[in-house]
């Protein structure tokens, strides 16, 4: 009787713990309802095809090959216009993956562009560590191209708004 309530007890509290990780997992998706809610679209297109804020300013960053430093570019000079990816940049030695929200945050689109795995599905916290730190939703460090930006989280909204918006090409 004892070992029952035992383990009766054990198995409510494995059943609480994995709910709180579904609602805490839930919590972490990108919503892009909410995401476009608040993103400022022009910022996040001008970030992506030409790496300039709306307002000018060019986004810093580390890593990214020579020639970006040069003559500068945004993620299209490499994903492509319609962030499909699939590209080989100039000096680069690695294929981009595509970026647009579905291929980031849709159900576990398996792909990437190295031999490393797929990827888990992106939330915005990883989309962070990406774009800051290079470091993929796989945990594997991104190729040197992929440049470290330095890149607020109110600019991080605005991209991700305009990757979602690529979708609907
Ligand atoms: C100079 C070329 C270049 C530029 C510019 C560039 N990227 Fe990348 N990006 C890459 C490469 C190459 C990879 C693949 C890295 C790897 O898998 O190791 C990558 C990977 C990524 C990934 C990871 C996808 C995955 O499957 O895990 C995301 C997201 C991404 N880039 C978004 C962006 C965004 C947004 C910008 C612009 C702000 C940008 N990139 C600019 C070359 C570039």
């Not at 970026?99 to 159900?107: D, E, P």
């Amino acid at each position: 009787m004892k070992i029952n309530k035992w383990l009766a007890t054990i198995l409510m509290l494995v059943i609480a713990i994995s709910g709180l990780v579904a609602i805490a997992m839930a919590a972490e998706a990108i919503d892009p309802g909410a995401i476009l809610d608040k993103a400022n679209l022009k910022n996040g297109e001008s970030i992506y095809n030409t790496g300039k804020r709306a307002k000018g300013a060019h986004l810093a960053f580390t890593a990214g090959p020579n020639w970006l430093h040069v003559e500068g570019g945004g993620c299209a000079e490499c994903h492509g216009k319609r962030g499909w990816g699939n590209t080989m940049p100039t000096f680069c030695t690695t294929r981009t993956p595509p970026v647009t929200y579905k291929y980031l945050a849709g159900n576990g689109y398996p792909f990437t562009a190295r031999q490393d795995g797929s990827h888990p599905v992106y939330t915005m916290r990883a989309f962070k560590t990406l774009m800051r730190a290079g470091i993929k939703s796989n945990g594997y460090e991104a190729d040197f191209c992929m440049p470290r930006y330095r890149i607020s989280v109110d600019e991080l909204r605005d991209l991700m708004g305009y990757l979602i918006k690529l979708d609907d090409d």
